[in-house]
């Protein structure tokens, strides 16, 4: 028994220094969507010296909105992170009803997303004015860091170099928190007035819980940890306060420059505070730590209940949005890192029993009313990506039936009312128009459209215990929020409290009152109106927050939802008006908890001040500057490595690569141009490549069986045209994904000399087609793969002259749930059918049964079983080079059989490739910036490899690229 260690398919060295160049695929520009928009949409632009706002044909409005911000912040002074200000593409995206924005470097360019979210604790202010200041700051913050050795970046590796050099030296928490810093200062809101932004490392500090700065900096997929836009904002904020206004401008300047080399974002720090960023961390900790230990000390409030009695052990999960049938049974939301979220009932004794799950959602939110439940899903249109849409889904108890009442509508927070025929929803249209609807809770048809003449955003619209009214938080267009009543049969619009800057949460309606959460306190709480009177009064005393107010029938009591550092639960506690508390609201910009050294230091709110200038607009061609060449890049899916020069235009319709291609199981290289214009229905595609390729001719004896092998090596030039169909077939839990495609292409066959076997040049036309098919269900946060979800590709390759050449390639895969919540049993079956007599072979994508070399056939099946499952979570790393999430393992088996056939004698020759092994798997963060896996494998082979007839024992380094 021979034992070998193996440094093939592919070999250490290759896997390690792609693991390394894989990192330079790091961009910000991760949410383009590439041809998302359908041709038929028209676009105009706003083109300054300082941005160009490219916008779909009747967004005016908000174009100019966003070019004024834009300009103010160039030429107020806002320059506390410098004064360097590159001009950039901002795209804004009406089709979506998502809510998001980013600043994206390969290529530089701005989207943002103009529906606004329903939660107010997700943002405060107007929408796009938050958004465009938050932005902004990016744009500053990326052209300020362009210095010294980031610059040197961006001139060998263009803006992808920018992109990784700049995160490279600068964290993640930096980029966001500062930004959070700056939408604060520049509005009357922003999330650093917004208590429950503050929730995360408040709860942990009321707990005794303390992360070291590694696990803040990285996360955790076992433990809560705060997003760095929550850590960022607590550093960035302490380090003006503690360090003076331009603090970060020059830890900024220094860290672009890599002034020191290694860490220089730490040794930036450290220059000016004598602490690096751990301790710095430390510092901003304590800082905050301190004016929360009033909070600490307070005691819980009498009769305090807890509604879920499930232990949750260690891990992470939520109840929300309590409701309750006639037997006084709970029903409420539920989710946790281990399991996806779905609606459970919780009984009298405590036991929980799952209802049915929820489909793919922007948020959690529904409502219940006598045996039905009613909430939002995403829809999406078949083709173009952009085209989001929010649908109503009812499930009916009774009989375990769910139906989905609305296709392609943008409706969100929908409402039952007692009767259970209708459906209060709100909606939002790509103009950004808003109204309530009224839908049958039958079929979905629209019922009334109640009138909105001030355009106010609805946000959770719950009707009247008689069913006739409806109450709702209203946004106005400054952003503020009230509580309003809606008269359902007149339209009629009246105010139950005035707007205001703060954040208003879920109402819940009892026939004498209004229960809803508010942030007026500086802590998130339950507050209620009483009917006919304007008194606002405190009914909670919560430490941290209350959410998503609601009254058991059964027990006349208050329940709600609280937050702490292993999720939320349900609380309930009496309702006592004799200990409620009038208030007075003083707005967020006047309490003294949010009066920072950056608010006053950046001049304060500007929207309000802005110039209102109306700038010129002209059409912008959907072909606009088609040829953007932005970086080099490199780009891999097994067993296919490239290094390219890639250009995208603004719009994302055209896509261009340059550069070189390595395919590991050929082992050779090639020059190739690629590009895919995905404008119209169909992307239409062309490629150009030439390159040195090789394969082996089989040696016959006289009887034609084979008897040894010949390298051959040829030249190869060729020219490929097709078109590919990207259908999106999403529904419920499952994204499911739909590729049709066919391609022409002409080679040239160019031999190399070879003495030993006789060659002929030859040209071959071929075609292309196949279809790919992608199936992937919701996942919780620590499962490895998705369960019950399948991967299907079928690709045919094959001659259309004389010449001989033909390959047929089947792939799946399909994973299933194992023993455990994040175990998965993963199948893999695959078939590639290629005579070994061909006058050509096309280029070999199969993945074979691990531990051996590429075989002979003319065709072989693959079947592989793995058993997935996490060892451990770590939580640790190492001077910030790399960042252990989890330890897994997997066991396998592959089983193989190989084909080939002597077509001068008609027999067949088998030969199995069977192994067994383990792999371990590290899921990891590399210098705190990019998130990916390696893996060792172990291979015992249960048959002979011809290739390497002594091998039994295979060692292999790899990258795992998971389909789910």
Do not use: C
């Not at 083709?383 to 108890?397: A, E, F, K, P």
């Not at 040049?761 to 919780?780: I, P, Q």
């Not at 210098?927 to 390497?948: A, I, T």
Request: aromatic share 16%; hydrophobic share 35%.
């Amino acid at each position: 028994m021979l034992l070998k260690y193996r440094s093939k398919r592919p070999s250490t060295v290759v896997v390690l220094l792609f693991f390394l160049l894989h990192l330079f695929q790091y961009t910000l520009s991760f949410s383009q969507e590439f041809g998302g928009n359908p041709p038929r949409m028209r676009w105009r632009q706003i083109n300054t010296g300082t941005a160009r706002v490219i916008y779909p044909t009747g967004m005016d409005s908000q174009a100019q909105r966003v070019a004024n911000i834009v300009h103010h912040i160039r030429d107020h002074g806002h320059g506390s992170v410098g004064n360097r200000h590159k001009k950039i593409d901002i795209v804004l995206q009406n089709q979506t009803v998502a809510s998001n924005g980013y600043v994206g470097l390969a290529p530089f360019r701005s989207e943002y997303y103009l529906n606004p979210p329903q939660s107010g604790y997700l943002v405060s202010s107007n929408w796009l004015d938050i958004l465009t200041i938050h932005e902004q700051r990016h744009v500053q913050q990326f052209s300020n860091a362009r210095r010294g050795l980031t610059n040197f970046g961006y001139v060998i590796g263009g803006e992808l170099g920018w992109s990784f050099f700049s995160s490279l030296s600068i964290p993640n928490w930096f980029w966001e928190g500062d930004a959070v810093v700056f939408e604060t200062a520049l509005s009357k809101q922003g999330r650093g007035r917004m208590p429950s932004f503050y929730n995360g490392f408040k709860s942990l500090y009321l707990e005794d819980t303390y992360y070291v700065y590694n696990k803040v900096r990285n996360g955790s997929l076992k433990d809560f940890v705060p997003n760095h836009y929550e850590s960022g904002y607590l550093m960035v904020n302490y380090g003006r306060e503690e360090f003076g206004f331009d603090f970060w401008k020059d830890v900024l300047h220094q860290s672009g420059k890599y002034k020191g080399l290694f860490y220089p974002f730490s040794r930036s720090i450290y220059r000016k505070t004598g602490n690096p960023s751990y301790d710095f961390y430390i510092m901003a900790l304590r800082h905050y730590n301190s004016k929360w230990d009033d909070v600490k000390k307070k005691p819980e409030q009498e009769g305090l209940e807890q509604l879920n009695d499930v232990d949750k052990g260690d891990t992470y999960t939520v109840y929300r949005y309590p409701y309750f049938d006639r037997e006084g049974s709970a029903i409420v939301y539920k989710s946790s890192y281990k399991r996806i979220g779905g609606f459970y009932r919780i009984n009298q004794y405590g036991m929980e029993y799952l209802i049915t799950r929820q489909g793919r959602v922007l948020d959690s939110y529904f409502s219940y009313k006598n045996g039905k439940l009613v909430w939002a899903e995403i829809g999406q249109d078949e083709r173009w990506s952009w085209g989001v849409n929010s649908n109503i889904v009812l499930y009916d108890m009774s009989g375990n039936e769910k139906r989905k009442l609305t296709s392609s509508s943008k409706y969100f927070s929908p409402d039952l009312s007692h009767d259970g025929e209708r459906i209060v929803v709100f909606q939002s249209t790509p103009e950004l128009k808003y109204n309530l609807h009224i839908i049958s809770a039958e079929d979905g048809k629209l019922l009334r459209e109640i009138p909105n003449a001030s355009n106010y955003y609805f946000s959770y619209p719950k009707w009247s215990p008689d069913d006739r009214e409806i109450v709702s938080i209203a946004r106005d267009n400054l952003g503020r929020n009230a509580l309003v009543k809606v008269d359902t049969a007149t339209g009629g619009i009246e105010k139950l409290t005035e707007f205001t800057d703060h954040q208003l949460g879920i109402p819940w309606q009892t026939k004498d009152r209004i229960y809803f959460s508010a942030t007026f306190s500086g802590i998130d709480n339950i507050y209620a109106l009483k009917n006919g009177n304007d008194t606002i009064f405190q009914v909670t005393d919560e430490r941290i927050g209350a959410y998503n107010a609601s009254i058991n029938p059964a027990d006349e009591k208050l329940y709600y939802t609280d937050f702490n550092k292993l999720g939320s639960d349900i609380k309930r506690i009496p309702v006592d008006t004799l200990k409620w508390k009038p208030i007075t609201i003083k707005e967020p910009v006047d309490m003294p908890e949010y009066d920072f050294v950056s608010n006053s230091g950046e001049g304060g709110d500007i929207t309000g001040i802005l110039d209102n200038k109306e700038y010129a607009s002209t059409k912008y061609s959907n072909s606009a500057k088609l040829i953007n060449l932005h970086s080099w890049s490199l780009f891999f899916i097994d067993p296919n490595y490239e290094w390219a020069l890639r250009s995208n235009n603004i719009l994302n319709t055209l896509d261009m690569s340059l550069g070189i291609r390595y395919n590991r199981n050929d082992d050779d290289l090639t020059y190739f141009f690629d590009a895919a214009y995905a404008q119209l229905y169909p992307v239409l595609t062309f490629s150009a490549s030439t390159g040195k390729r090789a394969g082996l001719r089989i040696e016959r004896n006289a009887v034609g069986f084979p008897t040894d092998t010949v390298k051959v090596e040829w030249w190869e030039d060729k020219l490929k045209t097709g078109f590919l169909l990207p259908f999106d077939i999403s529904k419920g839990l499952y994204t499911s994904k739909l590729n049709l495609f066919s391609n022409y292409a002409v080679t040239a066959i160019r031999f190399k000399n070879n003495e030993s076997v006789e060659t002929t040049n030859f040209n071959l036309s071929s075609v292309e087609t196949g279809a790919s098919f992608l199936n992937r269900r919701k996942k919780a946060r620590q499962n490895i793969f998705s369960k019950n979800s399948q991967y299907i590709q079928l690709i045919y390759n094959g001659s259309i002259d004389e010449n001989k050449a033909g390959q047929l390639l089947i792939d799946s895969e399909w994973t299933f749930p194992g023993f455990s919540d994040n175990h998965n049993i993963v199948f893999q079956a695959s078939y590639q059918h290629e005579d070994a007599e061909n006058d050509y072979r096309f280029t070999d994508n199969f993945v074979y049964s691990r531990g051996y070399n590429r075989p002979v056939y003319d065709y072989l099946y693959k079947i592989g079983s793995n058993y997935h499952l996490p060892v451990v979570y770590p939580d640790w790393g190492f001077w910030g080079m790399l960042y252990f999430y989890r330890i897994r393992a997997n066991a396998f088996f592959d089983y193989s059989r190989a084909h080939l056939i002597n077509s001068e004698t008609n027999t067949k020759s088998i030969q199995l490739y069977n192994s067994v092994g383990g792999e371990i798997v590290f899921d990891t963060n590399i210098f705190n910036l990019y998130q990916m896996s390696l893996g060792f494998r172990y291979s015992y082979l249960l048959n002979e490899d011809p290739r390497e007839r002594n091998l039994k024992h295979s060692f292999e380094v790899f990258i795992p690229l998971l389909r789910f």
